[in-house]
Each structure stands twice: as structure tokens, then as C-alpha cells.
């Protein structure tokens, strides 16, 4: 880890532990705590985001047309395939796993390596990617201009038509709309006392306590910072088979301090969202806390107080139109 990581994990940790017991219902609880509620509103175009609705579903974004941004991030389920790595055309797999697109405008960064900095610089990745879509923008273009819906769209929302940045605009709006606000943790952040089980409470104090808050905060819970994966274990080094993506960050800047790094993922939808970790490694989701009390916290902790975490994780999702309950 690197120093400036390390001490703000432990400004973090100590800021957790110490923190006034909460009492639930009482007013002033969403200002006291380290996670914070979903907004509500996002605050998008409806409009555009009706057409980005339709591109995100549209396998003609791909070279052979068989896979569509909802192949790999199905909204219905939890906004990703429930799969170790996706398959793209022609049945390629890709080399990390497929993170949810849920509550993705209020990451910090893109991709596990935060290689793309907004939502609409994101979407030329797997657009362009050979394993994924693997398209090539003019051919996306002249063949949506061929569609009998399209065209008309596109000029009554933006006045040059069908482009590749109206396309990419049009589709991180919609992304920006899949907020999942109201969860029952939000519900008890705002004043509801009946919002959570006392054993939920005491899942979300030893969630505190054990120092996960250090890096899963803030209304994403998660999504704001690197942080180095096995920062107390090695475990590139006990997996072994190290890949190019296994790198993380590193790819991205070049700097030796990054090997291994990755965006700290949220745990909004991580009740709907298993396998889990970047490679996918993670079954379920008490194997993922389990990873990360051996390589990130370098703790033990009981049986009976990592099922409690995971009892309160599930109770950090929230609710979206698109969402099957």
C-alpha cells in the first residue's frame, strides 16, 4: 500500500471506530455516517436518455450484431451477466469481470483500472474492444442511418444526427438515469427506525469496526478510489497465471505503485451482482468478504461477524424501474 493509501485508511478506520454510537430514527443520521444516501433525482435528459435506452439494448452497436451493451450488463438482474468474464462476439471472452452499470455515474472513475474518465468516455471501450463488440464507429453510424427509427431521433435531440458522440451521449445519459436510490439502508439513513434488523445494525457496526468503511464510503459505497488488491497478502502470488489485466492500474499510468491496483468497487448492488473481485474469482459474496479480510485487512474476524456483513450488504440496494424485483 502505497503511504498516502495507507494513512488515510487508517484516518478512515479510526474516524469509523470511534464514531458516536447511531442511534436508528435519529434525525441527523445520513450527516454522521461514512456512507451516504442515493440521490434521488439524477438530474438527466429523460428525452435522450429514452434513445440511449434503445442503443443500450440494440446489438447493431456490435461488428456481427449479436451482442448489445445489455448482453454483459443485464438492468433486469442486477446490471450485470452473472458470469466469472463476459463473452463478446463470436464468443470471445473478455479479462475481467463485468462490473454493474448501476449507480456508474456516481463512480469517480471508469473500468476497474479507471482508464476512462467519464461515463461517455467509457462507451468507446467496449464498442471498439475485439473480445467485446468489436466494432469501428463509422460502421456503427451508417448503420444506424439505416434503421427506420433512428434518424429522426437523432435529428430531433441533437442537430448533426447520428454521430459517434451523439451516440455516446445519448447512451451515458441513460447510464447516468440507473441510480438505485431508496434501499432500505437509505430508508434508515433518513429517519426510518424500522428500516433495519438489529442484526443488520450490527453488520453495518462491524462493517465500521473491522475497517471496511476505509474504502467503501460515500453514496456508491465505493467507487472513489484505487486501492492495491492484496495489499497484506499476496494473492497474484497464491492464484498465480498473473495476466495483463491482473496489473490494474499500472496499465494505465506505468507506475510501479499502481501494479494491482484497481477502483475500489461498489457495493450498492453487490446483493444482485456475484460472481465478485476483478477477475471474478469470488462465488459468493461472503467469499468476497472473506478475500478481503485476508488480503486487504490482513484480520480474522468469526464466522458469525462476516455473515453479518454480508446481512447488511444485501441491504444497501436499492430500487430502479428497470430492476425485476
Known amino acids: 500500500m502505497r503511504p498516502m493509501q495507507s494513512k488515510l485508511c487508517r484516518i478512515l478506520i479510526s474516524w ?3 464514531a458516536p454510537a447511531f442511534v436508528a430514527g435519529a434525525a441527523g443520521v445520513a450527516a454522521e455516517e461514512p456512507i451516504k444516501p ?4 439524477t438530474g438527466v435528459d429523460s428525452d435522450v436518455a429514452a434513445l440511449g435506452r434503445l442503443l443500450f439494448h440494440d446489438p447493431r452497436l456490435s461488428s456481427d450484431q449479436s451482442v448489445s451493451c445489455a448482453t454483459c450488463h443485464d ?21 475481467v469481470n463485468a462490473p454493474t452499470v448501476y449507480n456508474s455515474a ?3 472513475k471508469q473500468f476497474w483500472d479507471g482508464r476512462a474518465d467519464t461515463l461517455k468516455d467509457q462507451i468507446d471501450g467496449p464498442v471498439q474492444a475485439t473480445f467485446e463488440m468489436g466494432s469501428l464507429w ?3 453510424v451508417a448503420t444506424l442511418y439505416q434503421d427506420d427509427h433512428y434518424p429522426d431521433a437523432f435529428n430531433e435531440r441533437y442537430g448533426e444526427g447520428i454521430t459517434r458522440e451523439t451516440i455516446k451521449h445519448a447512451l451515458a445519459e441513460f447510464m447516468r438515469s440507473l441510480n438505485t436510490p431508496n434501499s432500505r439502508f437509505d430508508q434508515w439513513l433518513q429517519g426510518d427506525a424500522t428500516a433495519l434488523t438489529p442484526t443488520e445494525l450490527e453488520g453495518y457496526r462491524l462493517f465500521k469496526d473491522y475497517g471496511c468503511v476505509s474504502c467503501h464510503q460515500g453514496a456508491n459505497v465505493g467507487g472513489n478510489m484505487f486501492q492495491v488488491f ?3 497478502n499476496e494473492f497474484f502470488k497464491r492464484r498465480g497465471n498473473i495476466t495483463e489485466a491482473d496489473l490494474g492500474r499500472f496499465n494505465v499510468t506505468g507506475n510501479p505503485e499502481d501494479r494491482h491496483a484497481f477502483k475500489v468497487p461498489s457495493l450498492r448492488m453487490a446483493a444482485h451482482t ?7 474469482s469470488a462465488a459468493t459474496l461472503r467469499d468476497a468478504v472473506d478475500a478481503m479480510f485476508e488480503f486487504q485487512l490482513g484480520r480474522e474476524a468469526p464466522d458469525r461477524d462476516k ?5 447488511f450488504i444485501k441491504t444497501l440496494a436499492g430500487e430502479h424501474e428497470e430492476l425485476v424485483p
Do not use: K
Not at 38 to 41: A, G, K, L, Q
Open 230 to 232: 492484496g495489499v497484506i
Open 38 to 41: 442515493i440521490p434521488v433525482e
Open 75 to 95: 438492468l433486469a438482474t442486477g446490471g450485470d451477466d452473472g458470469e466469472r468474464v463476459s463473452t463478446g462476439i463470436e464468443g470471445r471472452q473478455g479479462v
Open 16 to 18: 469509523a471506530v470511534v
Open 138 to 140: 463509422p460502421d456503427v
Open 307 to 311: 455473515d453479518l456483513i454480508v446481512e
Open 106 to 108: 456516481l463512480n469517480f
Open 274 to 280: 456475484a460472481p465478485y473481485l476483478h477477475d471474478g
